[in-house]
T-cell receptor, first 124, second 116 residues
Framework: AQKVTQAQTEISVVEKEDVTLDCVYE???????LFWYKQPPSGELVFLIR??????QNEISGRYSWNFQKSTSSFNFTITASQVVDSAVYFC?????????????????????FGQGTILTVHP | GAGVSQSPSNKVTEKGKDVELRCDPI?????LYWYRQSLGQGLEFLIY????????KSGLPSDRFSAERTGGSVSTLTIQRTQQEDSAVYLC??????????????FGPGTRLTVL
């Protein structure tokens, strides 16, 4: 079974502070995919990033950066110099390989297992 | 359209009535997923479509829930004899899951279902 844990339920920061959102996952798949989604007050889930299990290179996109560490099963998300517009619920998610697994029963079909989400509030 | 669309955006119904929720995925996306978001349960997978077939229905909570997809495009989620615990936001997502490296899912705005 797959599991994603976001231990931080709520985080509150003041604008321009850096903030890191933690994500820890569990899976028995050797190939898997990790995602971060943002859900602003409008409600629509917005895709931020996908990371493949075989690619541990960290990524930076503007003020956003992601730290993938397979050894600790973590995929943390850092926002540098936070802004009020970053206020949202952030979800970490995990999926197995979409194709049928050859050596194990069942398939995942790429369905997402989500963490419980972290509510980030950035105050002006 | 450019993104995933869902209708209606809001639905209020009485306990015991049937409801239909519609999803129109991104054009060309063969994979379609339904999820449910509720306060107590978070985001839960319901069903997956590849084309018009549903190889994974493991998340449907009861036999009151069913879904179909026609023409490899529009999908309808039907809830029969609605109960108050069915109240949630129902989200649809689509992806190019069978294209290597393109398996991120894009979500629609959701349908907020309230069962009175």
């Amino acid at each position: 079974a797959q599991k994603v844990t976001q231990a931080q339920t709520e985080i509150s920061v003041v604008e321009k502070e850096d903030v890191t959102l933690d994500c820890v996952y569990e899976t028995r798949d050797t190939t898997y995919y990790l995602f971060w989604y943002k859900q602003p007050p409008s409600g629509e889930l917005v895709f931020l990033i996908r990371r493949n299990s075989f690619d541990e290179q960290n990524e930076i996109s503007g003020r956003y950066s992601w730290n993938f560490q397979k050894s600790t099963s973590s995929f943390n998300f850092t926002i540098t110099a936070s802004q009020v517009v970053d206020s949202a619920v952030y979800f970490c998610a995990l999926s197995g390989p979409p194709q049928p697994r050859l050596n194990a029963g069942g398939t995942s079909y790429g369905k997402l297992t989500f963490g419980q989400g972290t509510i980030l509030t950035v105050h002006p | 359209g450019a993104g995933v669309s869902q209708s209606p955006s809001n639905k209020v119904t009485e306990k015991g009535k049937d409801v239909e929720l519609r999803c129109d995925p991104i054009s060309g996306h063969t994979a379609l997923y339904w999820y449910r978001q509720s306060l107590g349960q978070g985001l839960e997978f319901l069903i997956y479509f590849q084309g018009n077939s549903a190889p994974d229905k493991s998340g449907l909570p009861s036999d009151r829930f069913s879904a179909e997809r026609t023409g490899g495009s529009v999908s309808t989620l039907t809830i029969q004899r609605t109960q108050q615990e069915d109240s949630a936001v129902y989200l649809c997502a689509s992806s190019l899951v069978w294209v290597v490296g393109r398996n991120e899912q894009f979500f629609g705005p959701g349908t907020r279902l309230t069962v009175l």
